[in-house]
């Protein structure tokens, strides 16, 4: 009898569990949106071409667009400079059609690739720096589950919050050169965001597909 007591408990206890990771409540999208974001929406910038990124010296005098960034960068530590020479392919071909031009070449220090990413985007690959993760703050609601086949889905409502956050980005030039830090420091997370689900058999996951 007792032996048939404990098995009863067992399977209600294993059934309430089972129930309880597939209602989507608070804690079981906040779970499933943290680890979308944490394996698939870092807190990156993006330079918007791959290293080496030579800056000539027109750029430099300049001081503007990518001359300005990478100069920022290279005061944080994340890149440093040297002199090159590089071929360029522009000059009529009278003058036989190449050009040496001297530019400042930057490559990402060891401090920086700790940060160091890279994305293949529509006009080749770019490299960027992460500088922190995206976490859920608050969960707002989420609609009632409806059944799309084959899964059940809902949407979710939430502001997050960037946890493990550089040092560097804290620096007043780093944020005037970078739009995109500041704003998401500043302001974006408190945002609403919006989260699609759907329930599988491990419970609610963000589809990646």
Not at 47 to 67: H, R
Not at 101 to 127: D, I, N
Request: proline share 5%; net charge positive.
């Amino acid at each position: 009898m007792r032996r048939l007591c404990f098995a009863l408990f067992t399977g209600v206890l294993f059934l309430a569990t089972c129930k309880s990771s597939r209602e989507p409540d608070d804690a079981n999208l906040r779970k499933a949106i943290n680890l979308y974001l944490q394996t698939h929406d870092k807190a990156c910038t993006w330079i918007g071409q791959p290293f080496p990124v030579d800056v000539s010296d027109p750029q430099q005098k300049a001081n503007f667009g990518i001359a300005a960034k990478m100069a920022v960068l290279e005061q944080a530590g994340l890149v440093t400079s040297t002199a090159a020479t590089t071929s360029g392919t522009n000059a009529p071909e009278i003058f036989g059609g190449n050009t040496q031009r001297r530019v400042k070449r930057y490559q990402p220090t060891a401090a920086g690739k700790q940060y160091l990413q890279t994305t293949q985007g529509a006009l080749g690959q770019s490299a960027g720096f992460c500088y922190g993760t995206k976490e859920v703050d608050s969960i707002l609601n989420w609609s009632e589950p409806t059944q799309t086949k084959p899964d059940l889905q809902t949407k979710a409502t939430y502001t997050y919050k960037i946890s493990n956050l550089a040092p560097w980005t804290q620096r007043s030039d780093v944020q005037k050169q970078f739009d995109d830090i500041r704003t998401t420091i500043t302001g974006i997370s408190k945002t609403n965001q919006v989260a699609g689900l759907e329930l599988t058999n491990n419970g609610w996951e963000v589809p990646t597909r």
